[in-house]
């Protein structure tokens, strides 16, 4: 191991020292289910914003956008975009209405007035599903990630690397519980956004401080024509545009109705602090993505014709590390070592605080909603569901292990875009129904969230994505998952969510006009008042 490697090294072990003392410090302050699911409901406004732009800002975001943006242009921006609008969808529509009306997960907001076991039920299926496709995708990037840095390519080094990752979110999870796992996305904010801000101001110092400059000379470097124009990725054709219209409505609807976002507005004392939380979200995110811009623009202008072939070899992943390589000197220098090495580590961190949020949500939603809620129909002692959330945690992240390791030969960007789908399709209408409409009832719910969630998934087998791209005219790899020799993909979109996200709307509309089942109207009038106002929030959560 060279030099370069070695400090790439200790840096990735001072990063998880670091998130290892933190949930040590923090398991002591632990001692309740308040405390594991929601850390005790003590953090700030301005703590669970850094905490949420933790949360979101995943290794797609960081490694992916950049890239997109390096590769694609102004079309790679549009992913940015998607990202930061959905948020205001998530602070007018949820945040704070979701903190005053629930307790602990999506489901308690569902349960309050309607019939407990099937909701329950559906909400954590819904969660779970959600969680580890998003968890493959950032496992597997952690994979390739250390791998490459740390100049190894056999799949036993990249096996240790996500065995390693899931043990260590194992380990957040279990020990810290909300409490570990929120300073860690903390510490991870702080460090992605400091990064990122040494590597922009690199960039513009390369261009005197000039933006147009730096955007001439990457359209310049890229050799693409129209980089900087629209159209450049899905404008090739009618089916292509419908398909990014796809994946925008499912960007910004999703992130309302993602479960390890929407547990974090629980963490907060009173609904002013979610709102403010969401505020300071927007903000964090918002500069973040500017950022990428200057990132990804800043990769194509730069970086070498050997190094911008590496990015696109890697689908983009790795524009920001070779970026911040070129800026400290550039290959074999000790100033690019060194950058390279801790924009390696903060995107290390990046993973390990996503994957900590994610596992969390999935063991809380499974110990809460399917073992006190279903199985023990409300009866069970704190403690028993406290062993049950840990355990769960513990299965959840061996289950990811054991899936993310035959994953590593597929393309796993459609995972993410995936969950934001089915979270946009199957969660956020029984939220929406669940708020703003008196007579929305139980089938209703299960109907769209099971509706959402099957159609989205069943609609991405039959795409472009599992079978029928056939190869690569370059590489000659296999575009899609399934063996060239299958086609099965008659749904012609990559991007399932123009269709599954109406339907999702349509089948919890529909399911609530063919039940029988007759209106609580005044659970609904006790959960509107909650919700808008706030008044016996803190009942419900005592309660």
Request: glycine share 12%; net charge neutral.
């Amino acid at each position: 191991m060279d030099g370069d490697q070695l400090l790439t090294t200790g840096l990735f072990l001072a990063v998880v020292a670091v998130t290892v003392g933190i949930t040590f410090w923090a398991s002591r302050q632990t001692s309740g289910a308040t405390d594991f699911y929601a850390g005790g409901r003590g953090f700030s406004g301005v703590q669970n914003g850094l905490a949420i732009g933790g949360d979101y800002m995943s290794a797609a975001s960081f490694l992916g956008i950049s890239g997109a943006i390096a590769l694609s242009g102004y079309d790679g921006f549009l992913y940015s975009i998607g990202f930061l609008v959905a948020w205001l969808v998530a602070l007018l529509l949820v945040a704070e209405m979701l903190r005053n009306s629930g307790r602990y997960t999506m489901a308690d907001q569902l349960a309050f007035r309607m019939r407990q076991r099937p909701v329950r039920t559906a909400a954590a299926t819904s969660t779970v599903v959600v969680s580890i496709f998003y968890l493959l995708a950032q496992m597997v990037g952690a994979g390739a990630l250390v791998a490459l840095l740390l100049g190894v390519s056999s799949d036993t080094a990249k096996n240790i690397t996500i065995f390693a990752v899931g043990a260590l979110m194992i380990f957040y999870v279990t020990v810290g519980g909300m409490k570990g796992t929120t300073w860690v996305q903390i510490v991870k904010a702080v460090l992605l956004m400091a990064g990122s801000a040494l590597i922009v101001v690199l960039v513009l110092a390369k261009f005197d401080f000039n933006l147009s400059d730096l955007l001439g000379t990457a359209a310049s470097n890229s050799g693409k024509p129209g980089f900087l124009d629209p159209g450049l990725k899905y404008g090739v054709s009618e089916t292509s545009k419908i398909d990014f219209l796809s994946l925008g409505i499912a960007l910004v609807l999703g992130t309302a109705g993602l479960p390890h976002i929407l547990i974090r507005f629980y963490t907060v004392p009173t609904s002013r602090d979610a709102r403010k939380s969401v505020l300071w979200a927007i903000g964090l995110i918002g500069v973040f993505y500017l950022f990428t811009l200057v990132l990804g623009f800043g990769a194509a202008a730069l970086l070498n014709k050997e190094d911008y072939a590496k990015v696109a070899a890697s689908g983009g992943n790795l524009a920001s590390p070779l970026l911040a390589q070129a800026v400290g000197g550039g290959d074999g220098t000790t100033g690019g070592a060194i950058l390279l090495a801790l924009i390696s580590a903060v995107a290390f961190a990046t993973i390990l605080a996503v994957v900590a949020g994610l596992t969390l949500t999935s063991s809380v939603s499974i110990a809460h909603d399917i073992y006190n809620g279903v199985i023990r129909r409300g009866e069970a002692s704190e403690g028993d569901e406290l062993k049950v959330a840990r355990w769960a945690a513990l299965a959840i992240g061996l289950v990811a292990i054991l899936l993310a390791i035959p994953a590593q030969r597929l393309n796993v960007a459609f995972l993410v875009a995936l969950a934001f789908a089915v979270a946009a399709s199957a969660n956020l209408p029984a939220i929406l129904y669940n708020m703003f409409w008196k007579r929305f009832n139980t089938r209703g719910a299960v109907w769209s969230i099971y509706g959402g969630l099957i159609s989205a998934v069943g609609l991405v087998i039959f795409s472009p994505i599992m079978s029928g791209k056939g190869v690569d005219p370059v590489t000659g790899k296999n575009l899609s998952l399934l063996p060239t020799s299958i086609d099965i993909s008659w749904f012609p979109l990559e991007n399932p969510g123009i269709v599954s996200i109406p339907l999702g709307f349509f089948l919890g509309w529909l399911g609530t006009v063919t039940s029988r089942e007759p209106a609580a109207e005044d659970r609904y009038t006790e959960l509107e008042v909650r919700a808008l106002s706030g008044a016996g929030s803190e009942k419900a959560v005592q309660h």
